[in-house]
């Protein structure tokens, strides 16, 4: 008896299909990423694996993993391991960039009071995977536990130079908004890079808050710097002296000038400015002397508290000439936190006052993480051995 073979079904599992292209896809975007990561190591070596050439700069030494969240979900990537040259990926560093902006976006959207339900849905929009309420609640946690394990991770034992400056916040403390103090640190390593060493929160910028600072910088290993740079904030020097009693200080001269200037009349701070800017022009500290010298006994009679101004903080404005004059532009003023500040309020604003101090912290800390992974902690900031190098 024949049977009709058109009456049969082939029945598909929808749900195995599904599974199958994901990690079809999945597979094949790892396979990219690992040809690029190859490519990249091949053109730091000079040589392809296995060649033998007078350009080859250094050996393979196996491979290490490295997870790598993207809009495909998850995946595992083999990253080629060198004997001495330091490997970074162009293309993976970018990835860690966006993870890092991700999660910092996170962070601000649930200190505004974003509910996790919407968080949640904002994050399946972004990386184009379902992200359920619970889970996007642990990622809060694991977020918060990542940032804080990254501001207290140990500490080089010397850095040549640490700027420390604050900015104020606000945040909800005792059942009141209050303005809080944040205060950062920033080193200069042996090697002339810059690193974000600190990021706290204090009640003002008293003695106790930068010595609580200072004392965790050298809880976590750092023992000796060789210059603190900052402003003349009220007890950061005996602080300093305290915890770090080798180093010197120095004034930052923008914020000097800026403190003469606030005992000179509108009409004349322009004149003034310009003799105060010339003693820092000069080429040795003898001559940034006698022109300081000059300008007090030109001024001594018309503007007699400008000039006791800088009778009194001259001294500690000179400390950089002890410096290599390649350091000079870079060590006497403290620019260089400045503008981290200018960006870590940037983002603070956005959110306004806090709910609690804790979360100032961590969303600030989430913000200076992410500088310090971009070019900003990559690129040589001084270079110890001859001069200064290039960077914002």
Known sequence: MAHD??????????????????????????????????????????ARPYERTTTRRDYRNGKRQRQLLTRVGDITLNVPRLRTVPF????????????????????EMY?????????????????????????????????????????????????????LDGTVVKARWAGTVEPLCLLIAVGVTEAGYREILACELGSTEDAESWLRLLRGLRKRG???????????????????????????????????????????????????????????????????????????EQYAKTLPQAVKVLRSGLSDTLTYYQAPSEHWRRIRTNNALERLLREVKRRLRVVGAFPDPGAAVLLATARLKWTQDSLWGQRRYLDLDGGDKAAA
């Not at 200190?111 to 994050?123: E, Y």
Request: charged fraction near 30%.
């Open 5 to 46: 073979d058109s009456t049969k079904l082939i029945h598909v599992d929808e749900g195995e299909v599904q599974t199958y292209l994901a990690e079809a896809v999945k597979g094949a975007v790892r396979d990219v990423f690992e040809a690029v990561l190859e490519a990249e190591a091949q053109e730091l070596l000079q």
């Open 88 to 107: 970074q990926s162009q293309i993976v560093d970018r990835y860690k960039r966006m993870e890092s902006s991700l999660e910092e976006a996170l962070l």
């Open 222 to 296: 750092c023992q000796r710097v060789g210059l603190v740079i900052s402003d003349a904030h009220a007890g950061l020097r005996a602080a300093a002296e305290r915890c770090f009693p080798q180093a010197g200080f120095q004034r930052c001269i923008f914020h000097f000038i800026r403190n003469v200037l606030t005992q000179v009349p509108r009409k004349r701070q322009r004149q003034v400015a310009a003799a105060l800017k010339a003693i820092y022009a000069q080429e040795s500290e003898p001559e940034a002397r006698a022109k300081a010298a000059r300008c007090v």
């Open 111 to 163: 200190f505004q009071g974003v509910s996790t339900r919407k968080v949640a849905g904002i994050t399946e929009e972004l990386l184009g995977v379902p992200v359920s309420a619970g889970r996007m609640s642990r990622l809060n946690h694991k977020v918060g536990d990542k940032l804080e394990a990254w501001r207290e991770r140990p500490l080089e034992a010397t850095y040549r130079y640490l700027y």
